[in-house]
């Protein structure tokens, strides 16, 4: 099985912040991860496929870069919508996904 | 725009057979993609349980294999999930979602199914 750790499990940041997660998996995934971001009772959605293409309608503060088995998330100049709980997904070998980064208001 | 709808019970009891359809709308499930469920325990994160494609060619989480049955209709643009020998652990919200056999760009709202008796 691919693991996926996320660091770190909980972020603090001010609207305006620029701000970075990560994820690691625990062998190469070459580019196969996706992101997505979850709201509290909705489902996930997506935002950044093949590491680092934005997914339509996605805004472009939103980045992803990396490749192997380091892989971030970036959010620049951070908005009141964009606070939530964000998943990395691997899908070189079946699919799994990360523990999670809940994005909190300072 | 594709929509995903689960239905199926909220509550199930232990030993007994989880079953959930997922109403495809706006697309035909016959043009392509493959279909998975995904699930998640309440406060933890998501498990991807496995996918099928039209043709009713499936992949499952290895995990999860030996109780899942994952089934295509496509007269009726639907799919199933079956899940056998629930136990509580298997209490998750169950989300349906359009699978590129890679990422998966459109889910639907989710159903909490509860296991307990």
């Known amino acids: 099985d691919i693991q996926m750790t996320q660091s770190p499990s909980t972020l603090s940041a001010s609207v305006g912040d620029r701000v970075t997660i990560t994820c690691r998996a625990s062998q190469s995934i070459t580019n196969w991860l996706a992101w997505y971001q979850q709201k509290p009772g909705k489902a996930p959605k997506l935002l950044i496929y093949?590491?680092?293409s934005l997914e339509n309608g996605v805004p472009s503060r939103f980045s992803g870069s990396g490749s192997g088995t380091d892989f971030t998330l970036t959010i620049s100049n951070l908005q009141p919508d964009d606070f939530a709980t964000y998943y990395c997904?691997?899908?070189?070998?079946?699919?799994?996904f990360g523990q999670g980064t809940k994005l909190e208001i300072k | 725009q594709v929509q995903l709808q689960e239905s199926g019970p909220g509550l199930v009891k232990p030993s007994e057979t989880l079953s959930l359809t997922c109403n495809v709308s706006a697309y035909s499930i016959s043009r392509g993609y493959y279909w998975g469920w995904i699930r998640q325990p309440p406060g933890k994160g998501l498990e991807w349980i496995g996918s099928v494609y039209h043709s009713g060619t499936t992949y499952y989480n290895p995990s999860l294999k030996s109780r899942v049955t994952i089934s295509v209709d496509t007269s009726k643009n639907q799919f199933s999930l079956k899940l056998t020998s629930v136990t509580a652990a298997d209490t998750a919200v169950y989300y349906c979602?359009?699978?590129?056999?890679?990422?998966?760009?459109?889910w639907g709202q989710g159903n909490l199914v509860t296991v307990s008796s």
């Open positions: 093949k590491a680092s």
């Open positions: 979602a359009r699978d590129n056999l890679s990422w998966f760009d459109s």
């Open positions: 997904q691997q899908y070189n070998t079946y699919s799994t």
